[in-house]
């Protein structure tokens, strides 16, 4: 799902919308994250996965998007570099989740990881203006 969403993405995103797409992509990921993880019904937890998938490609794909588009030329490589060290950093998160997941078990480890998202947008909310 996260290939046609890349698709979808090329086809329809335009440069003035891409803030929203972000901002919405990582929000619809967490949202269907936290379904996904709680909902006992199959069909629901496909859709939600099915929606995890289209939004992630918004996410992923706006990530490095606006980050080449805010950086002046001549740091463009270095910001770039610094993103992939961000993106390497994962692997701690999933260490964390593993170890909650063993305490509370995975559905609830995997809400709590989608409510914390959740929360840091709404605490950063007031700052996306200004970036």
């Known amino acids: ?37 709680l909902v006992p019904m199959p ?21 490095a998007t606006l980050v080449y588009l805010s950086a002046p030329p ?10 992939s060290v961000c993106i390497g950093t994962g692997p701690v998160g999933f260490i964390a989740l593993g170890m909650l997941a063993d305490a509370i078990g995975a559905p609830w480890a995997t809400a709590a990881s989608g409510f914390a998202g959740l929360l840091a947008l709404l605490l950063t909310r007031r700052l996306w203006r200004v970036i």
């Open 1 to 37: 799902m996260a290939f046609v969403g890349a698709v979808l993405m090329a086809m329809f995103c335009r440069p003035h919308f891409f803030r929203n797409a972000y901002v919405g992509g990582v929000t619809i990921y967490l949202v269907m994250l936290i379904a996904f993880a």
């Open 43 to 63: 069909l629901i937890a496909g859709s939600a996965l099915l929606f995890t998938g289209l939004s992630g490609a918004a996410f992923s794909i706006m990530q």
């Open 74 to 83: 001549e740091m463009r490589s270095r910001i770039l570099g610094v993103l």
